[in-house]
């Protein structure tokens, strides 16, 4: 049984988006002890900024007239594929960066679509399960001033569920910039109020996982 776990942020110390996955992994790993952990993180290890535009340009040159960088990018894509199609769950852990879509997550999505496994009208991660956890320093609830304004979560839960085809559960954090924005002081007690919610989302979630893989199995 194989957990495959991506990370984007690019800090790993005080990383909330981190604390909210290891919630999810401590989870899935009770219920499955001793078994791999398949880890890509792409905020402290980016996808080369490059590798999308290498990959897509590739598929119009026969293999023996590729460049180097091609030929690389069309390596790096096919890993990648390699460890969503091995891995039996998936656990994505996000941040909002600038109120979209984090570069280097989208990057990863990008190449892994590049691959021919991955294209238009393929699904061969059909069903399987995945956690999204998402993390956001302001608060975009609703009747919030920035409902709304989180226009990555609503485009991760489209490529993940409806392009991918993952089932798809997701743990979203508000308020982590708490604590380190003084002007946000005065929401002290309810950001941790809702941390102690997402984590509790997040271990349950992250048992769901195990189950729900059980039942594609079955
Ligand atoms: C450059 C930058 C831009 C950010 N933009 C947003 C934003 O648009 N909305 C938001 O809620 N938080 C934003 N944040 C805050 C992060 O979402 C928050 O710090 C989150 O906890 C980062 O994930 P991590 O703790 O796993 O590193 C931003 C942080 C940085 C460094």
Do not use: C
């Given at each position: 049984?194989?957990?495959?776990?991506?990370?984007?942020?690019?800090?790993?110390?005080?990383?909330?988006?981190?604390?909210?996955?290891?919630?999810?992994?401590?989870?899935?790993?009770?219920?499955?002890?001793?078994?791999?952990?398949?880890?890509?993180?792409?905020?402290?290890?980016?996808?080369?900024?490059?590798?999308w535009?290498?990959?897509?340009?590739?598929?119009?040159?026969?293999?023996?007239?590729?460049?180097?960088?091609?030929?690389?990018?069309?390596?790096?894509?096919?890993?990648?594929?390699?460890?969503?199609?091995?891995?039996?769950?998936?656990?994505?852990?996000?941040?909002?960066?600038?109120?979209?879509?984090?570069?280097?997550?989208?990057s990863?999505v990008d190449l892994?679509?590049?691959?021919?496994?991955?294209?238009?009208?393929?699904?061969?991660?059909?069903?399987?399960?995945?956690?999204?956890?998402?993390?956001?320093?302001?608060?975009?609830?609703?009747?919030?001033?920035?409902?709304?304004?989180?226009?990555?979560?609503?485009?991760?839960?489209?490529?993940?569920?409806?392009?991918?085809?993952?089932?798809?559960?997701?743990?979203?954090?508000?308020?982590?910039?708490?604590?380190?924005?003084?002007?946000?002081?005065?929401?002290?007690?309810?950001?941790?109020?809702?941390?102690?919610?997402?984590?509790?989302?997040?271990?349950?979630?992250?048992?769901?996982?195990?189950?729900?893989?059980?039942?594609?199995?079955?």
């Amino acid at each position: 049984m194989t957990l495959f776990r991506l990370d984007a942020s690019f800090r790993v110390e005080g990383s909330h988006s981190r604390a909210v996955a290891d919630v999810v992994e401590a989870a899935w790993t009770e219920a499955n002890p001793g078994e791999r952990v398949l880890r890509r993180h792409v905020g402290t290890d980016p996808i080369p900024a490059t590798a999308w535009g290498d990959a897509v340009t590739a598929a119009y040159v026969p293999e023996d007239q590729r460049t180097p960088a091609q030929r690389e990018a069309v390596a790096l894509a096919a890993t990648l594929v390699d460890e969503l199609l091995e891995a039996d769950a998936l656990l994505f852990a996000v941040p909002l960066f600038n109120f979209g879509v984090s570069q280097h997550f989208k990057s990863y999505v990008d190449l892994v679509i590049a691959d021919p496994r991955m294209g238009p009208g393929q699904t061969p991660l059909a069903g399987k399960p995945a956690e999204l956890v998402v993390v956001r320093g302001g608060n975009y609830r609703a009747g919030t001033p920035r409902e709304g304004w989180d226009h990555a979560t609503p485009w991760m839960r489209r490529v993940l569920a409806d392009v991918w085809g993952l089932d798809v559960t997701v743990t979203e954090t508000d308020f982590t910039l708490v604590g380190v924005n003084p002007a946000m002081d005065q929401f002290k007690d309810m950001a941790a109020e809702m941390r102690a919610e997402s984590e509790a989302v997040a271990r349950q979630h992250g048992a769901e996982l195990s189950r729900r893989r059980a039942e594609v199995a079955a």
